[in-house]
C-alpha cells in the first residue's frame, strides 16, 4: 500500500513541479516583452529535465523516509509476535500472539499460531488429567496391597489367614494388570495399521457371538436386529473391540429380561451402527462426558459383566478407536427409552 501511495505521491511531485517550471518560463517570457520562437521539442525536453531535477530528491527523500517508517512498523509488529512467543511454555501456554486490525500476513500467521496454541493447550491439559486420573487409579490397589502385607506380617499366620491375604493381594495385582492393559491399549487405540473390507452384518454377528455368553449371565437377550451388507474398510479385530466395549457396556446397564439390540442405518456418506438397551440412559449433561478416561457409570445395575467396578477406560478407547478410523461416537436416547450408542463410519461401499 505504501510503495502505491508514494509512487501517487511522486507524480504529483513532478506534475506540480512541472507545471511551476512551465509557468515561471511563460513569467519570464512576458516581462521580457518580446516573444521568441523555440524549438517546442527541445522547450519541452529543458522543462522536463528542470521538473525532474526539483522532484527527483524530493521523491526519493519521501520514498526512503516511507520504506523506512513501514519497515521500522513491520519490524516493531514482528519484535512483539516473537516477544509474544518468547513468553510461552508448558507452564503458560494461554499466552496468545497479538493480531492487529490489518489482516496481512502477520495477522493470519498469528491466527494459525494462536490456534495451534489453543490445541497444545487443551491437549496438555487433557494430558495432564489423564496422567493424575492414572496415578489416582494404580494408587488405590497399591495401598490395599500394601495394607493387606503388612497386616499380615504384623504376626504369625496359618496356613488359611496367609492363603485369604494372598488372594486378596492377587486380585488386586490382577486388578492393576487390567488397568495397565488398558492404559496400553488407550494409547494405541488411535494407531490404524492395517484396514480389510469387512461388512456391517459380519461385524454385528461377530460381536454379538461373542458377547452372548456374557448377556446370558446377565439376564439380558442380545440381538442382531437390522444390518445390511454394506461394507467398511476398517481393522478388524481393533472395530470388533470397539463395538464389543460398547455392548458390553449396555449389558452392564440394562435390567434382566432387556434387550441390546444392535442395528445399521445408512446414509450417502456415512454408516452408523447403532447399538441401544433399555436400560436408564444416559443424561443430556453426561453424554460427552462418558467418553472420557475413568468416567464410570452410575447406574445400580452396572458392573454385572466383571462382578467388579470397571476401570472407566472402555468408551474412551472406543472413542480413540473410531476417530482413528475416520468416524465418531455419540451417545442419544433410544427409541425403547435406554441409550443408543451411535457410531459413524464412512462409507466405502455398497453389495446387495
Keep these: 500500500m505504501w510503495i502505491g501511495a508514494s509512487t501517487a505521491l511522486s507524480l504529483v511531485v513532478f506534475a506540480g513541479t512541472a507545471g511551476l517550471i512551465v509557468y515561471l518560463d511563460e513569467e519570464e517570457e512576458e516581462q521580457a516583452g518580446a516573444f521568441v520562437e523555440e524549438d517546442a521539442l527541445a522547450e519541452a525536453f529543458e522543462q522536463v529535465g528542470l521538473a525532474l531535477a526539483a522532484a527527483a530528491p524530493l521523491g526519493l527523500l519521501l520514498a ?173 479385530g481393533l472395530m470388533e473391540g470397539a463395538l464389543g466395549n460398547i455392548v458390553a457396556n449396555a449389558i452392564a446397564h440394562t435390567p434382566r429380561g432387556s434387550t441390546v439390540c444392535l442395528e445399521s442405518r445408512v446414509t450417502t456418506a456415512a454408516i452408523d451402527i447403532v447399538v441401544s438397551d433399555e436400560g436408564p440412559g444416559v443424561p443430556a449433561q453426561e453424554r460427552e462426558r462418558i467418553f472420557q478416561p475413568f468416567v464410570r457409570g452410575a447406574s445400580p445395575v452396572a458392573d454385572r459383566v466383571d462382578a467388579r467396578a470397571g476401570l472407566g477406560l472402555g468408551l474412551a478407547i472406543v472413542r480413540r478407536v473410531i476417530e482413528g478410523h475416520g468416524g465418531e461416537i455419540h451417545v442419544e436416547r433410544a427409541a425403547r427409552g435406554g441409550a443408543a450408542f451411535v457410531v459413524r463410519l464412512p462409507r466405502t461401499g455398497s453389495r446387495g
Design 64 to 236: 526512503v523516509f516511507g520504506a523506512h517508517w513501514h519497515a521500522r512498523r513491520a519490524v516493531k509488529r514482528v519484535d512483539t509476535v516473537v516477544r509474544a512467543a518468547a513468553r510461552m511454555s508448558a507452564e503458560h501456554l494461554g499466552e496468545r500472539l497479538p493480531v492487529s486490525s490489518t489482516g496481512d500476513e502477520l495477522d493470519a500467521l498469528s491466527e494459525a499460531l494462536n490456534g495451534l496454541f489453543t490445541r497444545l493447550e487443551r491437549g496438555t491439559a487433557l494430558q495432564r488429567q489423564f496422567a493424575a486420573d492414572a496415578s489416582h487409579e494404580l494408587r488405590s490397589p497399591l495401598a490395599v496391597l500394601s495394607s493387606t502385607l503388612e497386616v499380615a506380617l504384623r504376626r504369625p499366620r496359618t496356613r488359611e489367614e496367609w492363603e485369604v491375604a494372598a488372594n486378596r493381594a492377587l486380585g488386586e495385582v490382577r486388578h492393576m494388570s487390567r488397568l495397565v492393559e488398558s492404559l496400553l491399549m488407550l494409547a494405541r487405540a488411535g494407531i490404524i495399521i492395517r484396514r480389510e473390507p469387512a461388512s456391517v452384518a459380519s461385524l454385528a454377528h461377530a460381536v454379538a457371538e461373542r458377547w452372548l455368553p456374557a448377556a446370558r449371565a446377565a439376564g439380558v437377550v442380545i440381538q442382531v436386529c437390522r444390518v445390511g451388507l454394506d461394507e467398511l474398510t476398517v481393522e478388524r
